[in-house]
């Protein structure tokens, strides 16, 4: 599996060697393994930016997500998952609103934006319960121990 991480902000320090082993695990969690990632670390305005060409939302979110090869699994290039941007400013405010590290916030987001590349969605109850489901067993597997708390919408029941 391949992860290629870019980090084009300079406000926050991420160690990227340990969020790319931690993708890697989330891959393997996800029986992904022959799947290419790729993990954008950006800014609110650059994520704004993104936010409005691709979604129509002209606000910073915290995570995107770009899907490559939808239902295409027999194309040459089937093992591209996609990329996940996520916005290090969104992600340092939201991780004291949820009570986890900013690691841990990253983490979170990252989940989300993956789950999000393998069709996940939260466009409707059902959907949206079992994405927070397998969103709280991908978390678990990394941090045992840490639950976010409320009001963390990516996460609660």
Request: contains cysteine; negative net charge.
């Amino acid at each position: 599996m391949q992860v290629l991480i870019s980090n084009d902000q300079r406000e926050f320090f991420v160690d990227c060697q340990l969020l790319e082993t931690q993708c890697r695990n989330i891959l393997f969690f996800l029986e992904c393994e022959n799947k290419e990632l790729s993990v954008l670390l950006t800014n609110d305005e650059k994520i704004q930016k993104l936010n409005k060409k691709y979604r129509g939302q002209n606000q910073a979110t915290d995570v995107l997500s770009f899907p490559q090869n939808e239902g295409e699994e027999n194309e040459p290039n089937a093992h591209l998952m996609g990329d996940v941007v996520i916005s290090m400013m969104t992600a340092k405010r939201q991780s004291v609103e949820h009570g986890l590290s900013f690691d841990e916030e990253i983490i979170l987001l990252l989940i989300h934006g993956i789950l999000h590349l393998l069709g996940f969605g939260h466009e409707h109850s059902e959907e949206a319960n079992r994405m927070k489901i397998k969103t709280r067993e991908l978390f678990n597997q990394i941090f045992p121990d840490k639950k976010p708390k409320e009001p963390c919408s990516l996460y609660s029941d």
